[in-house]
């Protein structure tokens, strides 16, 4: 257990520089969703969403996601709206909101 909490707690502490500097990705957006979205299944459903929609070629994602794709698809993989916690944390500039409605458009078999 002590191993665990000492990978935890450096995940939990960690920054990144996107999409902002001071970003905690895992604290502020990967473990509230796995903690309050079903944990391992709420992934699998991420990949599947992905994998069911996302545009392939020659086998692979024909490209990235922008950051609205990827708030869309997680927002589907939960069944629940996550623009509230991306925006808490990441923040949410035009561009981001401009990456959402586009996403939703694209894709509107994600629902949530």
Same mark, same amino acid.
């Given at each position: /257990? &002590?191993? %665990?909490?000492?990978?935890?707690?450096? =995940?939990?502490?960690?920054?990144? @520089?996107? #999409?902002?500097?001071?970003?905690?990705?895992?604290? $502020?957006?990967? =473990?509230?969703?796995?903690? $309050?979205?079903?944990?391992? %299944? &709420? /992934?699998?459903?991420?990949?599947?969403?992905?994998?069911?929609?996302? #545009?392939?070629?020659?086998?692979?994602?024909?490209? @990235?996601?922008?950051?609205?794709? /990827? &708030?869309?698809? /997680?927002?589907?993989?939960?069944? &629940?709206?996550?623009?509230?916690?991306?925006?808490?944390?990441?923040?949410?500039? #035009?561009?981001?909101?401009?990456?959402?409605?586009? +996403?939703?458009? +694209?894709?509107?078999?994600?629902? =949530?």
């Amino acid at each position: /257990m &002590v191993d %665990a909490q000492r990978v935890f707690d450096n =995940y939990t502490n960690a920054t990144q @520089d996107f #999409p902002r500097a001071g970003t905690h990705w895992f604290r $502020d957006w990967f =473990y509230p969703i796995w903690r $309050d979205h079903g944990r391992i %299944a &709420v /992934m699998v459903k991420y990949w599947k969403l992905l994998s069911q929609y996302f #545009p392939v070629s020659a086998g692979k994602y024909a490209r @990235d996601l922008t950051f609205g794709e /990827m &708030v869309h698809f /997680m927002s589907g993989a939960t069944n &629940v709206n996550l623009k509230s916690l991306a925006t808490t944390a990441f923040g949410w500039p #035009p561009e981001s909101e401009q990456e959402f409605t586009a +996403a939703r458009a +694209a894709f509107p078999q994600v629902m =949530y």
